[in-house]
């Protein structure tokens, strides 16, 4: 078993939990409501910029040129290919660039890019494997709806059809092996703190659906 495998194993019941929240079923069936997809694109959207610089973070941290370029791909593939897509929502409902950019993260959103950015400073091993679940998490479930048939909406089917191609699925197999490389010549102590950080990363993604769900807000 790899190590990626073992990490997958061990988040199960958190991935499955994600797979079932209203949010993921209802872009899968076509039957989600706009407003908590537009929280969705608006949160996305200022959580990919903070993404965007744990990419940069990694590249400055990478200890070769391959991965320097890897990471450096994963930053413009962010910025330009995935944001583009936020951008296309956006427009559809009449929300501007400018307006997107200035959206204020909910707490959900203010925690997970804070803990993203602060592992993109721990160093590179940590980055990548708090950066893990992100990149694998949307492609397995992009994948998963897929598989299940995509629905008859435009704007989820473009969703599903994003996640699940084979720009982002070849990129997500590159972080794995990333992972299993750096995990190979790892000590336990360092294994255990991929593993924490990649559970970690796990659950917030779970709350980032949530969060959008319940359109969150900081309570005073
Ligand atoms: C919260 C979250 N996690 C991951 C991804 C995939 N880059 C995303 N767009 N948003």
């Known amino acids: 078993m790899t190590f990626t495998d073992e990490l997958r194993e061990v988040a199960a019941p958190i991935w499955d939990a994600t797979m079932e929240h209203p949010m993921v079923r209802g872009i899968g069936d076509g039957t989600l409501d706009e407003e908590p997809f537009r929280e969705w694109v608006r949160q996305d959207y200022v959580y990919l910029i903070e993404y965007g610089r744990v990419f940069a973070l990694g590249a400055a941290h990478a200890p070769d040129l391959d991965r320097m ?11 330009d290919t995935e944001m583009d897509l936020h951008r296309a929502y956006a427009a559809e409902f009449g929300v501007s660039e400018a307006e997107l950019e200035a959206t204020e993260p909910n707490p959900t959103t203010r925690a997970y890019t804070d803990f993203l950015v602060r592992a993109g400073h721990e160093g590179f091993e940590e980055t990548v494997a708090a950066l893990l679940p992100c990149m694998w998490g949307f492609n397995e479930t992009g994948l998963r ?17 994003t996640y699940s191609g084979e720009e982002f ?49 900081w309570p005073v």
């Open 169 to 217: 699925t070849e990129l997500t197999a590159w972080c794995r092996e990333l992972m299993d490389d750096v995990a190979a010549d790892a000590p336990e102590p360092d294994r255990e703190r991929y593993r924490e950080l990649f559970l970690t990363s796990s659950r917030y993604e779970y709350m980032f659906w949530d969060a959008a769900y319940r359109r969150e807000g």
């Open 145 to 161: 709806l897929a598989e299940a048939g995509v629905p008859d909406h435009e704007r989820y089917a473009e969703w599903i059809e």
């Open 69 to 79: 370029g890897r990471f450096a791909t994963l930053l413009h593939e962010t910025l």
